[in-house]
Every structure is written in structure tokens, then in C-alpha cells.
């Protein structure tokens, strides 16, 4: 007997550690099951038959069923129950009725609570767990079915009637009972983790009611609830439950062939794809687990790596990367550092491009709409959008737009993208010192970024977008790097397909970016750099063209801008053009913009104060709000003064007209020159006074004219440095001026070298030059011959307005410039001071 009763304890314990019949640990013990299923099942239905209306205590049950011939491990724990089993200790073979609740979520179930239908069982061995806590295990003997309930406490008490089993066999019975094993002989092979052992389990059990009892007593949770398993449980006809049990095991088996065909496409499709399937299935479980929480956000990063297609060098270093941060503390500093360097990673457009509109007609529409005049600029552009749709494959070049400020050099880059339907980024270097600006810093450092290149691309989020390098020639170097170095690994089209990010430590393509850079000097442009621009100089705009752009584009801007309507202001011709004129000197239409804004915020107050304004911008309007003008057309002085000259310089905003005064005095002959002016520039007013002094004859000069004076040249503001050969044709004109006596003509305008045998050698900025003339209200300028080819670049009205005067030689200049002489001062003679005086004497 003891040996017996240890039998049954070692079972009874292997069946309730068991898993669902899915499972390979759960076949040692339903082996041991279905061996005794047989004899069990015949013996139940004799004591079935034997007894009806019988009295017994019942046990209810939560989320479980217990069939008959099945051995159960049941926990008790509520106090009914528990006083139940205390009331069973002791006796052998006592029976109990179980019966599962409806509710789960019911404690203290009452009759109306639990099913109709439940299993006989005996009791088998009761196990003590702790003082109110119980394990009992539990044999079914048949199904039962309430009659009468008897009562509540001390535990529950019912009339019952055993359901007998029929035992009558016929082919149409076996029939499906084979088709039920073979369903799920079909279904154990499509689990290959079983053992091989676990298909012969079936046929140890012969009939197939009870071969439907043992399959829905072991069906797992998530393949059928209480609630189909009570159904099988009060399905009494054997044929009808065979069905009911087949119907599940077959949706079951659809499931597993599903699976298999999911993991044969699976498989096809990838290492990649596998391992996502894997993953999703690890986080369900760790999930079901609880154990979801720090590795969601590590799995978050897999799959934004995974959707962001990196290539083949990042994905290693991802993969590497994520490895190490799932294997990190969060509160670690260094797991802080991994997620951003892979979210960088996963943020970057490794594979995301929008689609180019090469429409030449859309281009030229475009630079139209957002630009006015620039057309050798806009002819170029078109040239270059042309190209890059007969050759999509092509690398253009470089675009580089050099101009004064104000010109639209940096909207000329947002104006290409919107024509070729490309996303915009400016990036601004003027001020940039530190080479990691460009390349990024190394992640080592704390606080570790990528360079402005990688930046932009995340912002875009596409990598083939329009960048426009704003101020190229403001770069600076420092003991932190050249940025300028930096950049060539960026512009150039040979190496840019490779370039690595120093914080990125990976190669990212940037082939495909059209890069486009802007400039206001191109001196101070590093020559490595240079040589990988293409040249596009925009010049300032006219005079005409200024006032086109005011009433065409800034007018309508700001008043929009300011909330008002051309009703409430309305720019007059005159009114625009005295903007222009008396208001403005420069080679953009900044400024100009700026005082028409003026203008709009005048009459804007007005009207916020309650002031029903209509208003015309007059002139006399226009200087009643901007105040006493600025500028006047005619820049030299009324009187002619010799040794006064007008010359024309270039400067980083555009041309300028610039003075150049020279005057003597009383000396022995040395030479002054003043105003701020680099050596070059010196060099030419000391070339002028000595081609003077070596044409004195020719000049009715004296020989030794600089005998008892000396000479003082000047440009004035001098705090603006000045550097050039253009001044030399002026220092020329001036000191001739000044020593002959002749005012130079206050409407002539110059510019060009002098060389001591006296040739006019050519100079630079022809265009920007004569456009500051034009607005300085020159009539007449004096160039170079050698650069009437630049004449083509300037403006028609300009010309139409300027007497162009081509000169080879220093000779011809004087005939030109120089207006009839005026009285010539006194002489003062030179007296040599007396002996121990301190060298100042009166003049």
C-alpha cells in the first residue's frame, strides 16, 4: 500500500509541475496517463453505473477542468475549502465533487456561481503546505451533474447524479477517434522541439471518448479556455465530443501550418527579417514575464536602426554598439553616450532622397520670380541645371556666388532647390575657428557633436539636398584646426562619396548633395579651396535696378511684413527713387529694404493709434519721415581745388568712389602719405611722384621742383585700411594737379596702374567700379584699355550714361582730366632755420 500510495505522490507531483501538452516536459507524465487511462476509464463507468443521487461535498475550482480518468494536483487555499480537506483527512478512497466557477474573479462562489456539470473524483493524497493551505490530488472518476444543492458551510454540499459512459463502439466513432489521432500525430510533428517518443503516447489509448478527454485535459490556455473545456466536459455523446475536440485541434494544427510557412518565408527572406520575427517573439515573452521595462528602449533602437537601411560598414558598428548598451546600467554616463551615438546613427538619411524636377523652364521661371536682372548669373544656373538632367550620373561643380552684400547670393541657393524640388540647408562659417565644426568632434570628448555637414543632413533628413556654404572667405584658423582644410574633403566630388564624420567614425556618401557657396572677397578664400569653386560673380545692382526692386519686390514684402494694404500706402515713383538716391550707398538692396520699412512702420503707428491712414510716399513724404537725406548725387565739392582727384576702388561690399588730396608745403623735398594705406598702395604714390618728377620738363616743371617743398598725399577715412594698384592713374592726376595748378574735373572718375616707363597696366572690379560711379554721378571715367573687354559685364543704361575713356599710356591722362589753370598761390621761400631752432618754422 505505501508503495502504491508513492506511486501516485511521484505523479501526482510530475503532474503539477507540468507544462501544456505543447511542451516536451509534459509527455513523461501523460505517458504515464494514458497507460492507465484504459483501466481507470472501464472502471469509473462500473462505479458510475452503481451509483445515482448521491450525496457529496463539492469543491469548486478556478480556471481549471478536471475530465475523468485524469489525476489532478489541485491547491486549496479558500476557507471553505480548506475546511473540506480537513474534513477528509484520514479517510481512504473519500469522493468529492469538482466543479469549475463561471467567474473566476468570485471568492466565496455560491451554486449559482459554478457550472451544472463537473467530474467525480477521488481523493488520492492530500498534502499540508502550510497552516491553512493545502495540496490535493485528485483522480476523476466520471462526469456528475447537480441535482439539488444541499448547503453552504461548512463547505459545499449537493445532491448528484453520475453522467454513465457509453462504451458502445462503432465504425463511425472509430473512424473519428483515428482522425483525431492522426490530427494530432500531425500536430506533435510540427513541433520539432517534442521528443520522437511523444507520437506513441496516442496510441495507448484505445477509446476515443477518452482519447478526447486526455487531449482537451492537457490543450494549454491560449488553444482553449475554461470555457471551451466545459463545453467538451458536458458534451456526454462520445461522437459529438470526439468533433468538439477535433474542431480545436484542427484550428491548432492550421496554426502550426501557418507558423511553418511564416518561418519558410522568414528564412527566404533574410538573416535581418529572422531576427526581427526572434525579437518580437523575446520582447511577448518578456512581456509575459514582466521583465519588459529597460530593454524596450534597446529594441526601439534596433528597429529605428533597422528601418534606416545603413550601409554595410554602420551596420557592424551598430550592431556592435547595440550589444554593448544592452549591456549597460541606464544610469550609467556611457549608456547616455552609446543611445545618442545610435540614434545619430539611426537618424541619418543613409538611403532617403527626394526626386529632382530638372525643368529647365521651371528653373529660368523661378530665378525670375525671386531675382531681378542678374541675368549672366541666372544664364549660368540654367546652364547648370541643363547639364545635370542630360547627366544624371554627372558630379557638377562647385557653384561659388561672389558679390557685395545685399546682392541675393544666399537666396540664389533657396531659389535652385525650389526649382529642382530639393530641400534647402544654409550653413553659416563666417566665424568659424574649429575644424570639428566641419568634422565633427571625436566621441571621447564630453559634450561631443557631429560637424555642421552631418547636422544639416539630419535636419533635411535626405541626402540629396541643396547646401548652401554661407561666407566661405570669413573662415579662420586657429590652434583648433583650418575649417577651410576640412571642407575640401566636402566639396570635392572624388573624395566626398567617402566622407567620414569624425563623431559618425563611418563613411557617408555626399556625392549627392549640390553644394553651392557664397563669398563676399575672394582674396582672403584659401587657394585649395578655391580651386574646387566654380566662380560666379554677382555684381551690385544699378541704379534702375534698385528702384525695379523696390517697387517690385521690397515694396510689396514690407507692406505685407508691416499688416498694411497699397490702400493704406502706396510707393510713388519719385518717392522710391529719393530712397534710392539720398537715402542709400550701396551695392545691395539691404539698406534699401531697411528704409522702406521705415516708411511702412511710420504710417503702421498711425494707424494702430486709431488714425484713418491714407497715405502717398512722396518725396516730400519720404524725407518727412526718414529725415535730412543722407547722400547727394554730386559727391565732389562745388569749388575745383587742384590736387584734388577722383578714383574708384573695389571693396568686399561693392565699388566705391574714392578721394585722393594732395597739397605741398615749404620742405626739402620728402613725400607724405597718409590715410591708412597698405604698401602696395604706398608703392603707387611713390610711383606717381617719381614719374612726375622724371617728366618735369615735359610738364613745364622745374628740374628740381622738390628742391624747397615737400608733398602730402591722402585718402581720406582713414579708418577704413586701403591696399591696391588701382589708385596709381589718380595719385598721378593729383600731384600734376597740384603742381601745375590745375583743378581736376569734379564729374571724372579713374582707376588703373602706373608703371614708371609710363604704361596703364589693367586692374580688377571694372564693373563694380563703374557702377559707383554711376551712382556717384560721374560723367566720365578713365580705364585701362586693356580692360575694355570688361565692359561687356556692365549694365546698358550704365554705359549709355558714362563716357568710357580707354587710356595705354600715363600721357594721355593729364589732356583728359584736367580743367584750365587757376591762379597759383604765392611762393613762400624756403628758409633754412636758424642754427639750434627746432626745425618748425611759419609757412
Same mark, same amino acid.
Given at each position: 500500500?505505501?508503495? #502504491? ?66 489525476? $489532478? ?130 496510441? /495507448?489509448?484505445?477509446?476515443? &471518448? ?72 523575446? #520582447? ?34 551598430? *550592431? ?6 544592452? &549591456? ?7 549608456? /547616455? ?44 544656373? $540654367? ?11 554627372? #558630379? &557638377? ?53 557631429? &560637424? ?12 540629396n539636398p541643396v547646401f548652401v556654404l554661407d561666407e566661405v572667405d570669413k573662415l579662420g584658423v586657429d590652434m583648433m584646426g583650418d575649417p577651410a582644410a576640412a571642407l575640401l574633403e566636402v566639396l570635392d566630388p572624388a573624395q566626398n562619396g567617402t566622407f567620414q564624420d569624425h563623431y559618425l567614425d563611418t563613411p557617408f556618401d555626399l556625392s549627392q548633395i549640390t553644394f553651392l557657396a557664397t563669398a563676399n572677397n575672394p582674396d582672403t578664400i584659401p587657394a585649395p579651396l578655391w580651386d574646387r569653386l566654380e566662380v560666379i560673380e554677382v555684381p551690385g545692382y544699378t541704379r534702375m535696378e534698385k528702384r525695379s526692386i523696390a517697387r517690385e519686390f521690397l515694396a510689396p514684402k514690407q507692406l505685407s511684413a508691416h499688416g498694411l494694404t497699397p490702400e493704406r500706402l502706396e510707393f510713388t515713383e519719385p518717392g522710391i527713387e529719393t530712397i534710392v538716391d539720398n537715402y542709400t550707398r550701396e551695392a545691395g538692396v539691404r539698406g534699401l529694404e531697411r528704409e522702406i520699412g521705415a516708411v511702412c512702420r511710420h504710417v503702421a503707428m498711425r494707424l494702430a493709434e486709431g488714425e484713418d491712414v491714407h497715405e502717398v510716399a512722396t518725396t516730400e513724404m519720404v524725407e518727412k519721415v526718414l529725415g535730412a537725406p543722407r547722400y547727394s548725387r554730386e559727391t565732389a565739392e562745388d569749388q575745383l581745388v587742384p590736387g584734388v582727384a577722383t578714383g574708384l576702388a573695389w571693396t568686399p561690399s561693392g565699388g566705391d568712389v574714392l578721394f585722393i588730396e594732395a597739397t605741398r608745403m615749404p620742405g ?7 590715410? /591708412?594705406?597698405?604698401? $602696395? ?105 586693356? /580692360? ?19 587710356? *595705354? ?7 583728359? $582730366? ?26
Open positions: 500500500m505505501a508503495k #502504491k500510495r508513492d506511486f501516485v505522490r511521484i505523479g501526482a507531483k510530475e503532474y503539477h509541475d507540468r507544462p501544456p501538452l505543447s511542451s516536451p516536459r509534459a509527455f513523461p507524465f501523460v505517458t504515464f496517463v494514458a497507460k492507465i487511462l484504459d483501466s481507470r476509464y472501464h472502471q469509473s463507468v462500473s462505479e458510475t453505473r452503481s451509483s445515482e443521487g448521491e450525496m457529496v461535498p463539492i469543491l469548486p475550482l478556478r480556471n481549471s477542468v478536471v475530465f475523468p480518468a485524469s489525476v $489532478v494536483p489541485i491547491n486549496v487555499g479558500r476557507a471553505r475549502s480548506v475546511r473540506l480537506v480537513e474534513d477528509l483527512l484520514g479517510q481512504e478512497r473519500a469522493v468529492v465533487g469538482i466543479v469549475s466557477q463561471r467567474d473566476a474573479e468570485v471568492d466565496e462562489p455560491a451554486f449559482g456561481d459554478l457550472y451544472d456539470v463537473g467530474t467525480v473524483a477521488r481523493v488520492v493524497k492530500v498534502i499540508r503546505l502550510g497552516p491553512s493551505n493545502y495540496s490535493v490530488v485528485l483522480h476523476g472518476v466520471s462526469r456528475l451533474k447537480m441535482v439539488a444543492p444541499l448547503g453552504l458551510e461548512p463547505y459545499m454540499r449537493a445532491r448528484i447524479r453520475r453522467i454513465p459512459e457509453n462504451l458502445e463502439r462503432d465504425v463511425e466513432l472509430d473512424a473519428l477517434g483515428a482522425s483525431l489521432r492522426e490530427s494530432m500525430r500531425e500536430a506533435l510533428a510540427l513541433m520539432p522541439n517534442l521528443p520522437k517518443e511523444t507520437a506513441g503516447i496516442l496510441d /495507448n489509448v484505445r477509446e476515443s &471518448g477518452a482519447l478526447a478527454d486526455l487531449i482537451a485535459s492537457n490543450l494549454a490556455a491560449e488553444q482553449a479556455t475554461v470555457a471551451d473545456k466545459q463545453r467538451i466536459l458536458e458534451t456526454f455523446d462520445a461522437k459529438a465530443r470526439v468533433r468538439a475536440v477535433a474542431a480545436i485541434v484542427g484550428k491548432q494544427l492550421e496554426l502550426l501550418r501557418v507558423r511553418r510557412e511564416i518561418s519558410t518565408m522568414v528564412a527566404d527572406e533574410g538573416k535581418s527579417q529572422r531576427e526581427l520575427i526572434l525579437r518580437q517573439q523575446m #520582447k511577448s515573452i518578456k512581456e509575459e514575464l514582466g521583465e519588459g521595462g529597460e530593454d524596450d528602449e534597446v529594441e526601439e533602437l534596433r528597429e529605428r536602426l533597422r528601418l534606416a537601411q545603413l550601409s554595410e560598414d554602420a551596420q557592424k558598428i551598430a *550592431k556592435k554598439q547595440l550589444s554593448r548598451l544592452a &549591456g549597460m546600467q541606464q544610469q550609467s554616463a556611457e549608456y /547616455n553616450v552609446t543611445r545618442s551615438y545610435l540614434e545619430w546613427l539611426a537618424d541619418m538619411p543613409w538611403n532617403k532622397t527626394t526626386h529632382d524636377k530638372l525643368d529647365v523652364a521651371d528653373v529660368r521661371r523661378c530665378l525670375d520670380e525671386d531675382h531681378f536682372g542678374l541675368e549672366k548669373v541666372k544664364k549660368r544656373i $540654367v546652364e547648370y541645371i541643363a547639364v545635370r538632367k542630360l547627366r544624371a550620373d554627372k #558630379k &557638377g561643380p562647385i557653384l561659388c556666388f561672389i558679390g557685395p552684400p545685399g546682392v541675393g547670393k544666399t537666396s540664389l541657393g533657396r531659389s535652385i532647390a525650389r526649382s529642382m524640388g530639393r530641400r534647402y540647408h544654409r550653413i553659416a562659417l563666417g566665424g568659424v575657428r574649429d575644424e570639428a565644426e566641419i568634422r565633427g568632434h571625436r566621441r571621447t570628448y564630453v559634450g561631443a557633436l557631429p &560637424g555642421r555637414i552631418v547636422q544639416g543632413l539630419k535636419k533635411v533628413g535626405v541626402r626739402k623735398g620728402s613725400v607724405v602719405v597718409t590715410g /591708412n594705406l597698405k604698401a $602696395v598702395m604706398q608703392e603707387s604714390a611713390t610711383a606717381a611722384v617719381t614719374f612726375v618728377r622724371s617728366k618735369a620738363s615735359s610738364l613745364g616743371l622745374e628740374q628740381e621742383f622738390l628742391r624747397s617743398i615737400d608733398l602730402h598725399l591722402h585718402v581720406p577715412k582713414g579708418g577704413t585700411p586701403k591696399d591696391g594698384p588701382s589708385a596709381g592713374i589718380t595719385m598721378f592726376s593729383a600731384v600734376a594737379s597740384l603742381l601745375l595748378h590745375c583743378p581736376v574735373k569734379r564729374d571724372v572718375a579713374m582707376t588703373g596702374e602706373i608703371t614708371l616707363r609710363g604704361n596703364v597696366l589693367p586692374v580688377g572690379g571694372i564693373k563694380e567700379k563703374l557702377l559707383a560711379a554711376h551712382r556717384a554721378g560721374m560723367k566720365e571715367v578713365l580705364i585701362p584699355a586693356r /580692360n575694355e573687354r570688361d565692359l561687356d559685364d556692365v549694365p546698358k543704361d550704365v554705359l549709355a550714361e558714362l563716357h568710357i575713356h580707354l587710356v *595705354k599710356r600715363v600721357d594721355e591722362i593729364l589732356p583728359l $582730366v584736367l580743367e584750365p589753370p587757376v591762379a597759383a598761390p604765392p611762393e613762400t621761400p624756403s628758409t633754412p632755420p636758424p642754427e639750434g631752432d627746432d626745425g618748425v618754422h611759419a609757412v
